[in-house]
């Protein structure tokens, strides 16, 4: 069985870059200079949320904590479950903003043969 090679964390950004221009490979050159950044920025968020998200797994939302000795330990949320939430939010309002640049397709119609009898009239 071959063994499959970890990818580094620029190897995984760079392939979800290339994943996102595949989908807006349609847009106009315009537009295309406008969610270069975003996609970037997108790419750069996806891979550090999966990081985070296997540290949440593996270590828990929360932790336990204490400020000295003399004091009782209390359970707090984690700094990285708290970055975690924020990059998530800001992650998903740049993917609204992506979703929101694809080209609209038109619905296609089935040529029911009203529009040629309407157009085909003679007045009367």
Known sequence: MA????????????????????????????????IDGLIQRAAYMRVTLEEWEKDIIENGYYEMFTQ???TEPYERERPVARLYNTMNKNYQNIIKQLTD???????KTKNDGFD?????????
């Not at 640049?101 to 619905?107: A, D, G, I, M, S």
């Not at 040629?116 to 009367?124: A, H, L, Q, S, T």
């Open 3 to 34: 063994i499959k090679k970890e990818l580094s964390r620029d190897e995984r950004i760079t392939r979800e870059e290339k994943r996102l221009r595949r989908i807006y490979k349609n847009i106009s050159k315009d537009q295309k200079a406008i």
């Open 68 to 70: 000295s000795d003399k």
């Open 101 to 107: 640049l694809v080209p609209k397709e038109q619905p």
């Open 116 to 124: 040629d009898f309407v157009n085909g009239r003679e007045d009367v």
